[in-house]
């Protein structure tokens, strides 16, 4: 608009927003099982091997996790959710995990501060923490206006680095008190309880900070914060510094912040009490259930999560060998058909599931039969890395490996490409060796086998769902339909409240057309037109006056699902020229 016109009303063109609708990141696992330390029950992202490493530690020993988590990386996957579990849940004698912690008391003996390790388990009976004060205050002032007894505030020579929340001392040399910072306005410090004495400016009466030191110790490492305080609105208020700073601690102030219940100064005190809970956990601590915020454990931590799209378990066996309150096989089939459950009931992710360690070839199929879904697939053998600290080749369950393949295949191709016929990286053998009798069995009844190829590596030789339904027998159809249903849901929330009019049904099936259009063109759907590939209905065919009444919109979309090639049948003929030999 013009800057110079006439006063007036004058209307602008509010351009329309384009909106389009994108397939989103997948190939993203959530992986559940045991660590020695970590958040529990929370969902954690990580993005290198590195990454695993600082928040869970060194590996349990026995455990599957940091294996299945390597192969990932080492596969091309680039972001995974961990999970880690432990005994949490009241069930007979069995120890639950625990936080190290440590009471700290104040200058009348009293609990003043609670300090915690930053999670569960033994790890945190090797933390040790110790306060200490400063040898000089970071405020040193004097007041220059004397304060009356019974005043609320005083004028002090220099208010830096004075802040709200502080707490500071008032001395004349002969008596002494303390008062917390409430305001400050040019160098008037307002607090809120009236001093019950008077103080005099020629005294001199000095105004200075009570801030205390803490510093946490674990081995070789140190973290150390200053200039603590116990105010609540005080910047420096220790337990949001700890939270927002410390990888190895949390604090929670006890007391109501008065000078007394200040901390004393400490030797090196350790922390004690941290526990695994490794030996108890059951069923029900990997299951868990969703009850909202702050109650969410296990696999049902995983209901909020709106960036994975498969869902491993590797520590499964680990379970079954080292937890008494597994009970068999039987329980290892519960916790996997709880996966597929999950994996249905949220309609967008996948499941990628192993056999028991240890089963004979016989055995095998009998184990498939236990599921009947689309929503995910069986792998077998288990595969063999090397291990360098016990210089073993050691068994390892080949979900972690199998969910980097996914996601390389979808970043290099789209979710439409069958994950296998890739070398797996990171490995050096099979625990089971299969001859090609038994992988053509195997992969008949459904069951992915890895497959020795001489001199291209180990490789997946299967990519069939753990279902017989013809029209979800591979696993891509039912990874691509979980795609694209995602993108339409998070890409059509905007819809909620607009008119519902034929503008708006007209621009929905438009953005949806366009969308599935640009996949159907990199190869996602078959077929030589769009017409054979999908459909988007959203008209007046399909939403009726009554429906349109009661605010609803209805949108039909159709999509033709490809299957992989699995047998390529070549004819040789060898025609011999007719030749003639003299005589």
């Not at 020993?61 to 432990?86: E, P």
């Not at 973290?223 to 700073?245: D, Y």
């Not at 090196?268 to 109650?295: A, C, Q």
Request: include cysteine; glycine fraction near 8%.
């Amino acid at each position: 608009m013009a800057k110079n016109r006439l006063p007036g009303v004058y209307f602008l063109d509010n351009p329309k927003i384009e909106r389009d609708v994108s397939l989103g990141e997948t190939g993203v696992p959530a992986f559940i099982g045991v660590a020695n330390r970590g958040p529990l029950n929370e969902p954690v992202v990580i993005q290198s091997v590195q990454q695993f490493l600082r928040f869970f530690g060194e590996p349990v020993r026995g455990s599957y996790l940091y294996d299945s988590v390597l192969g990932f990386f080492l596969n091309g996957g680039t972001k995974c959710h961990v999970i880690r579990i432990a005994h949490v849940f009241r069930n007979g004698k069995s120890e639950l995990a625990r936080a190290a912690r440590y009471e700290l008391l104040d200058k009348s003996g009293y609990p003043t501060l609670e300090v915690l390790a930053s999670s569960e388990g033994s790890w945190g009976n090797h933390l040790s923490i110790q306060i200490s004060y400063p040898d000089e205050p970071r405020v040193h002032s004097f007041i220059t206006l004397d304060i009356a007894e019974g005043s609320r505030m005083m004028h002090i020579q220099s208010i830096r680095g004075v802040e709200r929340g502080m707490m500071l001392r008032l001395s004349d040399g002969t008596q002494e008190r303390f008062v917390t910072v409430e305001r400050i306005r040019g160098n008037e410090v307002y607090w809120r309880e009236p001093l019950d004495v008077a103080f005099r400016s020629a005294a001199p009466t000095y105004v200075d900070s009570i801030d205390f030191n803490l510093t946490v110790k674990e081995h070789n490492r140190v973290e150390k914060f200053t200039n603590l305080s116990l105010g609540k609105w005080a910047t420096r208020n220790i337990s949001r510094v700890v939270a927002q700073e410390s990888e190895l601690i949390r604090v929670n102030i006890l007391s109501n912040g008065e000078y007394e219940q200040y901390p004393e100064a400490t030797a090196e005190l350790p922390m004690r009490g941290g526990r695994d809970g490794l030996d108890g956990i059951t069923p029900d601590d990997v299951i868990g259930y969703n009850s909202g915020p702050g109650g969410r454990y296990g696999l049902g931590a995983l209901e909020s999560n709106e960036e994975i799209d498969l869902i491993c378990v590797p520590d499964l066996q680990y379970f079954l060998d080292h937890c008494p309150s597994f009970h068999g096989i039987h329980d290892m089939i519960g916790i996997q058909q709880a996966v597929i459950n999950h994996c249905e009931r949220m309609g967008d992710r996948f499941a990628i599931l192993d056999m028991p360690r240890d089963l004979k070839f016989e055995q095998v199929y009998d184990y498939r039969t236990k599921f009947e879904s689309s929503f995910g697939a069986i792998y077998y053998p288990w595969v063999r890395v090397y291990d360098e600290k016990l210089n073993i080749r050691k068994p390892v369950p080949p979900c972690g490996f199998i969910a980097g393949v996914y996601a390389k295949c979808d970043k290099t191709d789209g979710v439409f490409r069958a994950p296998a016929n890739i070398a797996i990286e990171g490995i050096s053998g099979l625990h089971t060796n299969l001859n090609e009798g038994q992988l053509t069995e195997l992969n008949d009844k459904g069951i992915n086998c890895l497959r020795v190829c001489p001199q291209r590596g180990i490789r997946p030789w299967g990519c069939k769902s753990l279902t017989a339904t013809p029209d979800w027998r591979y696993l891509m159809s039912r990874r691509v339909f979980n795609a694209v249903r995602r993108a339409i849901y998070e890409n059509t929330q905007w819809v909620v409240f607009e008119v519902n009019g034929r503008e708006l049904r007209d621009h929905v099936r438009d953005m949806l057309v366009t969308f599935l259009g640009k996949l159907w063109a990199a190869g996602y759907f078959p077929g030589s037109e769009q017409d054979e590939a999908f459909f988007v209905t959203c008209d007046e065919t399909n939403n009726a006056d009554e429906e349109r009444e009661q605010g609803m919109l209805k949108i039909d979309v159709g999509i033709a699902l490809g299957k992989p090639l699995e047998y390529l049948v070549i004819s040789f003929e060898h025609k011999l020229e007719e030749q003639s030999v003299g005589v």
